[in-house]
């Protein structure tokens, strides 16, 4: 078998690759750091002091903090890294260089899936990843990360802020001595890439299938064989037959890395991240040597990004989706009706199996399916039925 031999992800500047991922070396790790350099110094807090002509001598501390943040992903990797190494600038930035973070690529320090378990143990101050990958440390972050046919962005944001769900978050974190933030979403994703059709449940047995989190739960019931894998190592999984199938993001990010290349069918809808949330982790020892005005910086830092990342997302992938059919050929196909009931069934017996397993999963599920019960109503005939009328424009 012949390999296709690139590096991680292709350059597409049709879909707007950012510059910074083009023009970036590979390897090697991303500094994101704009210090002035009356700012650069050591770690910790730096004292000012001045001596006036009394006798008496006035000391003023000037607050610094040098953190590390880790990632679960390659570096400058389009949407999910841009985005971690943005959120680290803006926090220089708006901090005035009193909060400077240098960012770590999945490998560079700790591997993309040992992120959470790093700020838990204090190696680093904060972490870059989606909490889709800590069901073995917090069940329940999996409910956070998405539903397989639950809430959209917009409604799980509703939740977020409005419905308890971050009061519920933070409670289910903090046992770690981590607390996370909302620093983006990828928007609805895409069911993902095959090289086999979907035609029936049945052609889902004994599919090597690479999904992680609850949608790999509902695929085990339906027969299939989920791996869970780091985001560097998919392209040549799918290529090489270690899977048959991946379901990663969407159009955007699954153009840059090729997949396009190496599979030939791209299903809808993704039943199983309607919402694609990142987080920001930070060690709450560290949080608790900022000062407030600091720790409203971060929030605030840290909920920009979550509005400016789903922007983006819906925007680009707009634009590459229309690539990868016109320009590239890709058969889009969506999953038939029968396929997709047999999955919404088992979704529910997996949630069910899920509040069951113990009491802090148990209330983030009850929270979630009660106000996602009442939010879709009222969507259903604002949102829904204004979608509907207009029709294409």
């Avoid at 998405?146 to 939740?159: C, D, T």
């Avoid at 059919?325 to 949630?351: A, C, K, N, Y």
Wanted: aromatic content about 10%; charged content about 20%.
């Amino acid at each position: 078998m012949t390999l296709i031999q690139k590096p991680y992800f292709i350059e597409a500047t049709d879909i707007e690759v950012p510059v910074s991922f083009r023009q970036q070396p590979m390897n090697g790790r991303m500094r994101v750091m704009y210090r002035r350099s009356f700012l650069y110094g050591g770690l910790g807090t730096l004292a000012a002091c001045t001596q006036s002509e009394e006798p008496s001598q006035v000391t003023t501390a000037v607050e610094r903090h040098q953190w590390r943040m880790v990632t679960s992903w390659p570096p400058n990797f389009p949407g999910h890294g841009i985005s971690a190494n943005r959120l680290a600038r803006r926090l220089g930035e708006l901090s005035g260089g009193r909060l400077e973070v240098d960012v770590f690529a999945t490998g560079e320090l700790v591997p993309g899936l040992e992120v959470l378990d790093a700020v838990s143990r204090g190696a680093v101050q904060m972490g870059h990843s989606a909490p889709v990958y800590w069901r073995g440390m917090i069940p329940a972050a999996q409910i956070f990360g998405s539903v397989p046919f639950g809430m959209l962005p917009n409604e799980f944001n509703a939740w977020l802020y409005f419905g308890g769900g971050l009061e519920l978050w933070r409670e289910a974190y903090a046992p770690l001595r981590v607390i996370p933030f909302l620093a983006g979403n990828t928007g609805a994703q895409m069911g993902g890439w095959f090289n086999r059709e979907i035609n029936s449940v049945e052609d889902l047995t004994g599919l090597k299938i690479r999904i992680p989190g609850l949608g790999g739960d509902v695929m085990k019931r339906a027969g299939a064989l989920p791996v869970q894998i780091e985001p560097s190592e998919i392209f040549t999984a799918l290529q090489t037959g270690v899977i048959d199938a991946t379901e990663w993001v969407g159009p955007y990010n699954d153009m840059t890395m090729a997949l396009h290349e190496v599979a030939e069918y791209y299903y809808y809808p993704g039943w199983q991240e309607p919402s694609g949330a990142l987080e920001c982790l930070v060690s709450m020892n560290a949080y608790e040597t900022l000062s407030d005005e600091l720790k409203l910086i971060l929030e605030t830092v840290c909920m920009a990004e979550n509005d400016y990342l789903l922007a983006e997302f819906n925007a680009r992938n707009r634009r590459a989706w229309k690539n990868l059919v016109e320009d590239h050929g890709v058969q889009l196909r969506r999953f038939p009706d029968d396929v997709l009931q047999t999955l919404r069934r088992f979704s529910i017996e997996v949630m069910e199996d899920l509040a069951a397993e113990n009491p802090m999963s148990g209330r983030v599920y009850e929270s979630y399916k009660t106000f996602a019960t009442e939010i879709g109503a009222w969507l259903k005939i604002t949102e829904g039925s204004i979608t509907e009328a207009r029709g294409s424009l």
